[in-house]
């Protein structure tokens, strides 16, 4: 017989199967279900979004010169499905004097460039679990902002960081991007 046959029909299979996967997907099954009772059409299961807190922020070293400030970010998944944490978009401000500054800003993690993604940087999250986020920032005492300086070397600084957290369910190719908005002061 012709190898060819054997090659094609295998192709053809994995095809298959491949295609069957991506059609059907994962199913979700997130919270209970509700039930129209005048259609009897049962409604879509909701996921409820993550839960984010601010951890940590401190200064951890600091010299005439340079600052460096860390961070850490609680995240909690109430589902009982696992999320997957994409991309963490934040902007750090101190506000204890006058003028409200932004001091930096930061991203952990990273976002689906293409079809497929080499070396990806994102947080799988289980269903009921959290987990700890963390980011070490370095700013350069320009000399123009004494109060700051000040601030920071006397660990009395105000703190508000604000961000959106970037997440969808357990599969890349299922669910929709969801978005959730965070702001805190400390």
Known sequence: MNPKIFVGAAIAGLIAIIGGILLVGPSIDIGPQQQDQSSGI???P???PLEIELDDISVSKISERTATIDL???ITNPNSRSMIVQVMDYQLFETGYSDIEQISGGQIG???QG??????????????NSIVLRDEITIRNSGNTPQLWSALEEDNAKWRVSGDVFYNLSSMTSGQENELHFEFTK
């Open 46 to 48: 909701q996921t409820v």
């Open 42 to 44: 049962q409604g879509t």
């Open 115 to 128: 079809m497929v993604e080499f070396g990806s940087n994102y947080y799988t999250l289980l269903g009921e």
């Open 72 to 74: 850490a970010f609680k």
């Open 110 to 112: 990273s976002r689906p």
